[in-house]
C-alpha cells in the first residue's frame, strides 16, 4: 500500500515537471510580479497614487492614499504607514526593499517674478502712449513674487486683456496659461501702475551758477519722464558744462541749465590780441564781463584805460580785429579810430608782426 503511494505521488511529480517545462513563454509572462516600493516619487497633481508608491500596483494603481506636498515641494512618508495605507486597499505582500522612508516630489513650474514684470512690461509696451517695455517702471498692487503652477501649465503667458489709463497710469493686465493634461487654462491678473523713465543725469551735490561740472558731480539715475521732459541731459552732455543758474543736489539736470564753460571770467585778467593784415599784437586787459568760446565781451585795455569789445577765443584770450583804413585823399594815413583798434596805422607799408605790445609802446595809446 506504500509503495503504491509512493508511486502515485512520483507520478504526479514527474506530470507536474512536465507540465512546467512545456509551458510556453506567453504564459510565463502571464505570472503576476511582486508589487515593491519606490524609494523616490515624483507627482505632477495634488494627490499620490498607489501606483505612484510602488511598482507592479495592477488595479488598484488609481487609488488616491496621500495629499501630495506643496507645489514645488519635497515631503517623506514613513514606510510602516504605506504598508497600513495598502493594506487598507487590499494591497498586500510588497516588497519593502528594507526602505525605512519613501520621498515625495511635488513637480513644478515656477514663474519669476522679474518675469512676470517684463511679461507686463511687453503687454504694456506703446499702449496708450507709453513707450518701449525696457522704459516702463511698473508698481503692482500686490507683490508677485515667484508664482508656482502645476507642471501641466506648459503653456506660454498669453494677455487676453490689457487695460492702461494714461490719466492716472493705472495698468489691469489678465495671462492665461493652456495646460498640457488637458485642464482648463489658468488666469493670472495684475493690477498696478505703470511710468514711463529715461536715463537722466543726476547732481551728487548742489552746484552754484557758473560753476563747472566734474565727473564727480554727476550720476545717472532713471527719472520719469513726466518730471524731465524731452530735456534731459545725459551725463556725457553736463560733464564740463557749466551751470546757468545754482542746481540742487538730487535735481535732473535739463540741457537747457547748461552752457559751455567761460573761457573769460569777470574781472579777470586776459590777453587783448588786435590782427590785422600784417600786424599782430597782444596787450593786457581786464574782462568787465564773461563770456564762453564765440561770445562777445567788453574788455578794459589796461593800457589805454578805454573800454572795447571783442570775441573769446579761448582761456583768457579775446581777439579785437582792426579795421583796415580806407586811403584818404592826402598822401598822409589817417589813424584807426581807438574804438576799433586803440592803435594808430602803423607808417610803414611793408607787414609788422610783434609779438608783445612792449616792443612797440610808441605805437600804442
Known sequence: MIARSLILASALLAASASFAVAQSPL????????????????????IVRIGDLIDNAGSAAQIAIYRAPDLGTTGSLPVPAVINALRA????GVDTRDLREISVTRLARSIEGKDIEAQVGRALERRNGLGDAVNLSLTFDRDPGDIRLDAGFTGAMQPTS????????????????????????????????????????VLARSVERNEVLKSSDVMV???PKAEVGGDAATRDR???????????????VKVADLAKPDLVQRDQNVTLIYESP??????????????TEGDVVNVMNLQSKR??????????QVSITVATPRPAPSP???????????????????????ANISAVAAKTE
Open 89 to 92: 486597499h487590499q494591497v498586500i
Open 332 to 354: 598822409v594815413t589817417s589813424p584807426v579810430s581807438d574804438a576799433t583798434s586803440s592803435l594808430e596805422t602803423p607808417k610803414s607799408t611793408a607787414p609788422v608782426a610783434v
Open 278 to 291: 600784417g600786424l599782430y599784437l597782444t596787450v593786457r586787459g581786464k574782462a568787465i564781463e564773461g563770456g
Open 307 to 316: 573800454t572795447i569789445s571783442g570775441v573769446v577765443t579761448g582761456r583768457g
Open 238 to 252: 553736463a560733464v564740463g558744462m557749466q551751470a546757468r543758474r545754482q542746481l540742487r543736489a538730487g535735481q535732473a
Open 27 to 46: 504564459d510565463q509572462a502571464d505570472v503576476i510580479a511582486a508589487p515593491a516600493l519606490r524609494a523616490n516619487v515624483q507627482v505632477s497633481s495634488d
Open 221 to 223: 539715475e532713471r527719472r
Open 162 to 201: 490689457v487695460r492702461y489709463d494714461n490719466r492716472n497710469g493705472r495698468f489691469d493686465v489678465t495671462f492665461e496659461i493652456a495646460n498640457d493634461n488637458g485642464l482648463g487654462a489658468t488666469k493670472l491678473r495684475f493690477t498696478g501702475t505703470a511710468v514711463e523713465t529715461v536715463e537722466a543725469a
